[in-house]
């Protein structure tokens, strides 16, 4: 027999998972529309030319490619020629080489590594249909042929927010104010938005006299893990002298700023942003502003979105460089924490599958009971009906194991006088009314 | 340059799109919610040996598989046997063989074909955590290797309600209700409830001195399509007589009815269902009641879901049968139909990325406008800001090419009075209020 468990790294969710995701998204969806962002989907598979060569040697390894089919596939395999030239790279050039030859070779669609790549491909391919500022937020998942572990996931849900077209520090400033505003919504208290600039930090660096730039800011990329001495023990062992170690270290934490920041800071007034002349962000395509979100107390503290601007990315399909700036949060991250600090509100936390179960008396009332639950419905109420004659305890039982708070029974003297029996199973608390006031009365009692 | 369009068959959904299809899917979840269905998801990737073989030939060759990956990928290669195999395969078996042999030689993952495998899937590995009776529903996208053509893609949405756990046609009952408010809700108003029984048509093909079942079954299911002709001689051309042909056809287009479909007929009281007897639908798990919803007016009559009881299907990963019915309604149908059909309330037909554009006087006002924006927000409206100061018939000219109904502006004059201007685009109405009372009045006028 075939296991049953979800591929490797790959989750299923169950009804109480997605409500609590839907609520998150929801949330965030609503923050962004209200800044006048717009919701973009594209496709899960994308052609595997698209995504080559976009992130890196080792991004590349982590794309799922997707075999060929049909005759493609069989002239894949047919092909004398391929299949010589794949034994001949094994035996000469080694294993890398055989792997891309035979990853060209035998597929020619991917699935989905990240939204920014497909976002430069949609607006070089609707360049006419997009407003000239062009506001997205994207909310889909995304698929990376990592390793899985405590955390990281093979297939996860990006949170992408990015606007285009302006080189205006108002667009940094929005971004940081709805990112903030959707934490705010969520119930965060301890957040910090830190913000550096990436030409700020090339000229410390350079001012350290230190020559390989982005080996500097990988390695000060660590600081939150590795502390200052790891990260100076980081920049000697890549060749850089101690003495521009020390100088770029206390550069760095020294703080200072520059006009571009200053604008943002006086925009988001009243949202916790500081500078931080240590934050790096790993990405090398970063052009300008640079934020990071991170949680300051308990047990998870650490960052929970990121983001800057970037302004020679979203051209990469087209003739012209596109500024841009954009913000993605840590949707999976925030899942997380918040379901350790018992952040969802009673209402998700407790998820139900309905507000009441209606039971059946005996297969003559099944119409009856039918009626009632299409009058609940009518008034809003979620409701499930018990969906066969069965003994009353089974019902009970039932409605218990699914957690309904309220149960209605229609039995036969009730449905002669055109009442309804009901019970708050909650409180155990026993109610009577006639058929058209059950709906008004527990949702009376409810509120 | 590599192209920018989507993958073949597969499309991007701008925010237009995106606005349509949520709407839609927003009422089928509010009603399958009201109904005490609960939502899933599962992974768009499976394991290759969880999809493989449920679908027969042809739909397993509609798989996207997913190519292996690192070492995997290398021993798959340099199996010299495996590809010794493949030659010899390709020599004497012919393709068919190769390419299964190379499938799974190659590949360890794909992508999910429908959504009712990996609920099997879910069932058999969840089954202590599940209600007795789960019943669900999942709108999720699933991947076919078909040849595309109008209306049919190879990423597409399903949209599944499941009902899992009992025999009784309570859950038929139910399950037909809630594809009927949702219609309603939609506002289709020319839909039908086609509904027939399984073990009723088997009577029939057996009264009509037919054999064999499921051939008889293909033809009948061709009957809107190409007419009583049309099926006649698709049964004899497969070797029935003409006899039992006509009588065969004369006894589907004479109705009748049974004791299960009489009671799911009373319980559906007030629905437009009704029982068809010429109704076979195609697929052979179903082992109970079926039916199909079909719209009867105008240019798109024809089927917009269809579903059934299959009683054999949801335990094929465990060790017991376990009663099921479903529903599937044809979700990207239903856009096209709503689109031709205009159906789609004005807010969601004439989307727009914001209700309101505040737009930049100068460079000294940007932090008054943006302190606007937060406070429309603050109640409610969607406001987008001009993201940088610029020539004012530039920032209208912008409003107008996004269609924002309402343009904000604050100019020092207004500053100092602490006034905002603002004006209804559509109208050409403009107001003066103060500061704090122009959401007020937006709301008002939009009212």
């Known amino acids: 027999m075939a296991s049953t468990n979800p591929a490797r790294g790959m989750r299923d969710f169950l009804p109480a998972d997605v409500r609590k995701r839907e609520y998150v998204i929801g949330i965030i969806k609503e ?23 976009k992130y890196g040697e080792e991004g590349g ?10 005759d493609k596939l069989l002239e894949a395999l047919s092909g004398v020629d391929s299949l010589g030239t794949l034994e001949a790279d094994l035996d000469s050039d080694g294993l890398s080489t ?80 709805a990112a903030c505003d959707i934490l705010d919504r969520l119930g965060f208290n301890d957040y910090e938005v830190r913000l550096n600039h990436r030409q700020f ?22 600081l939150d893990k590795i502390g200052q001495d790891g990260v100076k023990n980081e920049l000697v062992s890549r060749g850089i ?3 521009s170690a020390d100088k770029f270290l206390a550069s760095v934490s020294g703080g200072g700023t520059n006009a571009g920041l200053d604008a943002i800071l006086r925009f988001c007034n009243g949202k916790p942003v500081r500078v931080d002349a240590s934050l790096a962000r790993g990405l090398s395509y970063y052009t300008g502003a640079i934020m990071e979100i991170v ?14 601007r970037y302004d020679g990315l979203i051209g990469m399909f087209g003739k012209e460089q596109i500024p841009a700036c954009g913000f ?56 499930t009906v018990y969906p066969q004659a069965d003994k009353e305890d089974k019902q009970w039982k039932y409605a218990n194991s699914i957690k309904v708070p309220w149960i209605c029974t229609v039995n036969e003297t009730d449905l002669g006088e055109g009442m309804v029996s009901f019970q708050d199973l909650r409180s155990r608390q026993r109610y009577r009314e006639p058929f058209e006031q059950v709906a008004a009365k527990i949702k009376e009692e409810n509120a």
Not at 201 to 221: C, F, M, R, Y
Not at 368 to 375: G, N, P, V, W, Y
């Open 98 to 177: 055989t792997r891309k030859t035979s990853e060209s070779i035998f597929s020619d669609l991917a699935l989905r590594y990240d939204l920014t790549v497909p976002l430069a491909r949609v607006v070089a391919n609707h360049r006419n249909e997009l407003p000239k500022f062009f506001k997205r937020y994207q909310i889909q998942p995304v698929w990376r042929a990592d390793r899985p572990a405590r955390g990281r996931f093979r297939e996860f849900y990006q949170c992408d927010v990015d606007a285009i077209g302006s080189t205006s520090t108002v667009v940094e400033a929005e971004i940081i104010s």
């Open 328 to 383: 993605s949060l840590g949707l999976e991250r925030i899942l997380v924490v918040m379901e350790e600090r018992g952040m969802f509100p009673p209402e998700i936390a407790e998820s139900t599958p309905a507000d009441v179960l209606v039971t059946i008396w005996n297969d003559e009332t099944i119409a009856d009971s039918l009626k009632l639950a299409r009058e609940l419905r009518s008034h809003g109420l979620r409701v």
């Open 241 to 243: 002298s101690e003495d």
């Open 201 to 222: 930090l090339s000229k410390l660096v350079a001012d350290a006299g230190i020559e390989n730039e982005t080996e500097a800011l990988v390695a000060l990329d660590k």
């Open 295 to 308: 949680l300051t107390e308990g047990d998870f503290k650490g960052s929970i979105g990121g983001g800057g």
């Open 61 to 70: 390894q982590l794309i799922f490619k997707i075999l060929k089919r049909g």
């Open 31 to 53: 923050v962004y529309e209200r800044y006048g962002f717009e919701p973009l989907e594209t496709p899960a598979v994308e052609n595997l030319e698209t995504l080559m060569g």
